[in-house]
């Protein structure tokens, strides 16, 4: 698996778009207290991998991966997209680091990871028909590099060429 620093930030877009269709406060608080540390990650801030992991999965059992098996009332495909996109962030992270040994679930990050999370994104879409105009807009706002040949490839596959008329200015 290769690291793409523009991929890795059209999913960090992307997923923060998702805590709001989550149905507990606390499950969403905690999402985007997470969704802040992956993006000072992308920002090249100082967030250690064991941080970014210990919000995905940890002992204590108040992690993002706990929270999803819990909640039996918001979409399972919203928190498939949030627990593989906090995934990914940790193997970028890791992988900056220079660390060897990885935590077991990191170490299953791979290109399966990322097919999941654009289907089960896809599949947020037909769920929730606010969420193509709120996460194109957010795509057009932040500016998403289309010029990446994996951002683009996933763009299409979730929004069509210019399915909804709002194409990121690039």
């Known amino acids: 698996m290769y690291k793409n620093f523009s991929l890795a930030n059209f999913m960090q877009i992307l997923t923060e778009c998702l805590p709001l269709y989550l149905k507990k406060k606390d499950d969403i608080v905690f999402v985007q207290k997470t969704l802040e540390m992956t993006q000072d990650f992308l920002l090249e801030k100082a967030v250690s991998p064991d941080t970014l992991y210990d919000r995905l999965e940890n002992i204590n059992?108040?992690?993002?991966?706990?929270?999803?098996?819990?909640?039996?009332?918001?979409?399972?495909?919203?928190?498939?997209?949030?627990?593989?996109?906090?995934?990914?962030?940790?193997?970028?992270?890791y992988d900056e680091s220079g660390e060897q040994y990885l935590p077991e679930t990191i170490e299953a990050v791979d290109d399966m990871t990322l097919t999941e999370f654009f289907t089960q994104y896809k599949e947020n879409l037909s769920l929730f028909s606010d969420l193509s105009v709120v996460a194109t807009t957010?795509?057009?706002?932040?500016?998403?590099?289309?010029?990446?040949?994996?951002?683009?490839?996933?763009?299409?596959q979730l929004f069509g060429d210019d399915k909804y008329g709002t194409k990121p200015d690039c």
Request: charge should be negative.
């Open 138 to 156: 957010a795509l057009q706002e932040k500016k998403v590099d289309l010029t990446d040949k994996a951002v683009k490839a996933y763009y299409i």
């Open 61 to 93: 059992e108040e992690d993002i991966l706990t929270y999803f098996d819990l909640d039996k009332e918001s979409a399972s495909s919203v928190w498939v997209c949030i627990a593989d996109f906090v995934a990914y962030i940790c193997k970028l992270s």
